[in-house]
C-alpha cells in the first residue's frame, strides 16, 4: 500500500535531549513537510523539501532541524533548543512543483511529550 | 500574509440534522483550498480540493463550494461516524505548502 508511514507513534523526550522523528513515503512525490499541531491551533509550517538535498524553513523552524538525503525520507530532529516541544508532530507529501493535484497526504503523526 | 478562518470552532449536531461549516479566507491569488477530516490522535486525511470560485464537489454526506472569499463544507443528513474535526487549508500560487485554519469539531450525536 503506498502512504506515509510516521515512527514512532508516541515519543518521550527529557529535558535537554535531541530525537528524531522519521518520515518515509513510498508515493514517489517530490515534495515533503513537517507540521506541528496543538490543542486550539492549527497545523503549523516548520520545514519543507520540494526536491532531495534542499529544504526550507517554514514559519516555526527554531529548535528543529531536518534533513532530505533521499527522496523517501525527511527526518525532523527535535533539539534541546527548542522550549516547548511537547505537541503532535505531523508529516505530509505532495506532488509539488506546478502541477495539478497539488493536496498534501498526511501520516498518522508522533505525539512527542517531554519528561 | 495568508489567513484562514474557520467558524464554529465547534458544532454539536442531531443525527440527520443539516448544517454547514465555513472557511474564509485572505490570500494573494489561490492556488488551491483544500479540506480534509482528522479524528482524535490521526493525521488529516484528505477530503476536497476547489481551485475557482463556483466550483463544486461531492462525497457522500458532504459537498463542498467555493467563493472568492471563502468555502463552506455542507454535510447533509449527518451520521455518527461523522464525527471529527475538518480542517480547511489554502495554497497560494508558486507555493506547494498549506496554511490552515484552527478547524472546526464536529459532533453527531444519535
Known amino acids: 500500500d503506498g502512504g506515509i508511514t510516521q515512527s514512532p507513534k508516541y515519543l518521550f523526550r527529557k529535558e535537554g535531549q535531541n530525537v528524531t522523528l522519521s518520515c518515509e513515503q513510498n508515493l514517489n512525490h517530490d515534495a515533503m513537510y513537517w507540521y506541528r499541531q496543538d490543542p486550539g491551533q492549527g497545523l503549523r509550517l516548520i520545514y519543507y523539501s520540494q526536491i532531495v538535498n534542499d529544504f526550507q524553513k517554514g514559519d516555526i523552524a527554531e529548535g528543529y532541524s531536518v534533513s532530505r538525503e533521499k527522496k523517501e525520507s525527511f527526518p525532523l530532529t527535535v533539539t534541546s533548543a527548542q522550549k516547548n516541544p511537547t505537541a503532535f508532530y505531523l508529516c505530509a507529501s505532495s506532488i509539488g512543483g506546478d502541477r495539478a493535484n497539488t493536496e498534501a497526504f498526511f501520516g498518522q503523526g508522533t505525539r512527542l511529550t517531554v519528561v | 500574509e495568508d489567513q484562514v478562518t474557520q467558524s464554529p470552532e465547534a458544532l454539536r449536531l442531531q443525527e440527520g440534522e443539516s448544517s454547514s461549516l465555513n472557511c474564509s479566507y485572505t490570500?494573494?491569488?489561490?492556488?488551491?483550498l483544500f479540506w480534509y477530516r482528522q479524528d482524535p490522535g490521526k493525521g488529516p486525511e484528505f477530503l476536497f480540493t476547489l481551485y475557482s470560485a463556483g466550483e463544486e464537489k461531492e462525497k457522500e454526506r458532504l459537498k463542498a463550494t467555493l467563493t472568492k472569499k471563502e468555502s463552506f463544507l455542507h454535510i447533509t443528513a449527518p451520521k455518527p461516524e461523522d464525527s471529527a474535526t475538518y480542517l480547511c487549508?489554502?495554497?497560494?500560487?508558486?507555493?506547494?505548502?498549506?496554511?490552515f485554519g484552527k478547524g472546526t469539531m464536529l459532533l453527531v450525536s444519535p
Open positions: 487549508a489554502v495554497q497560494a500560487p508558486g507555493y506547494s505548502t498549506l496554511t
Open positions: 490570500v494573494s491569488g489561490l492556488r488551491g
